[in-house]
């Protein structure tokens, strides 16, 4: 069989807004891949858990938050009028919802617990079973998928991608303030690197491609070289 029409596994990973979900999203449409945006799942849990209460003034009920894991439905449904897959969470559309800065500002300790983690990791890895994937996220490298034929791993400074972020934010019509959304982009690289499980790091076979300087359109570009070289296409 020619390289071509094997289909291979795309593991995206990186820093928070340096577009691995446009690129993913976009690499995946040219290929005729499935697209996986995992970042969406931990944000659908984070809404979960501040609509019921276990994020509060007082705290984050991990143990509440855990036992009711079996309760969250969670599906991607794909839109045909924007022409790319919608998170569900429990049968109601939150893509808006989950990039709200009240979700941002909670998914990263709701994504540094275990168990949830592997409630996800499994998911993924049945959403990527029979290959022909593009997921992006913090750990599909190095945990869902370690043998993923591209890895790619995408940085860019903070400031460069709080300024992505805002924007995007505008477009989704959100209000939000430069300096909240740096403070945001740090913390959660901080808290996202640090984690005792499944930290985001740089697997060794990871191609690094850092974004601060380049536009959108040159960077999927990058991406979709190394996907065709891979491809032999
Ligand atoms: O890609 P994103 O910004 O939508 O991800 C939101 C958060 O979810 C991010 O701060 C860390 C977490 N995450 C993770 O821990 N593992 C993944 N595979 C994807 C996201």
Redesign the pocket.
């Known amino acids: 069989m020619p390289k071509r029409m094997h289909k291979i596994t795309i593991a995206i990973d990186g820093y928070?807004?340096t577009g691995?979900?446009t690129v993913a999203k976009r690499l995946a449409k040219e290929l005729n891949y499935i697209y996986v945006?995992?970042?969406?799942m931990?944000?659908a849990v984070t809404l979960y858990a501040l609509d019921n209460q276990f994020i509060h003034k007082k705290g984050f009920d991990k143990k509440s938050l855990v036992a009711h894991l079996s309760q969250i439905k969670l599906e991607f449904k794909f839109n045909k009028e924007h022409g790319f897959a919608e998170m569900y969470l429990n049968d109601i559309n939150v893509e808006k919802d989950i990039r709200s800065l009240r979700v941002s500002s909670f998914?990263?300790p709701v994504?540094t617990v275990s168990e949830i983690r592997k409630y996800l990791v499994k998911l993924q890895r049945e959403m990527g079973k029979n290959k022909g994937v593009v997921m992006?996220?913090?750990?599909?490298g190095s945990v869902?998928f370690p043998d993923a034929e591209l890895k790619i791993f995408l940085t860019a400074n903070p400031q460069i991608r709080a300024e992505r972020r805002l924007l995007e934010l505008k477009e989704k019509g959100f209000e939000g303030d430069f300096e909240s959304i740096v403070k945001n982009v740090v913390e959660?690289d901080r808290i996202?690197s640090t984690r005792a499980d499944?930290p985001l790091i740089k697997v060794a076979d990871a191609v690094e491609i850092d974004v601060s300087n380049i536009d959108k359109e040159e960077e999927f570009q990058q991406v979709l070289n190394l996907a065709k070289k891979k491809l032999d296409i």
């Open positions: 928070s807004s691995k979900s945006d995992t970042g969406a931990y944000r998914v990263s994504a992006d996220g913090r750990d599909i869902v959660r996202d499944s």
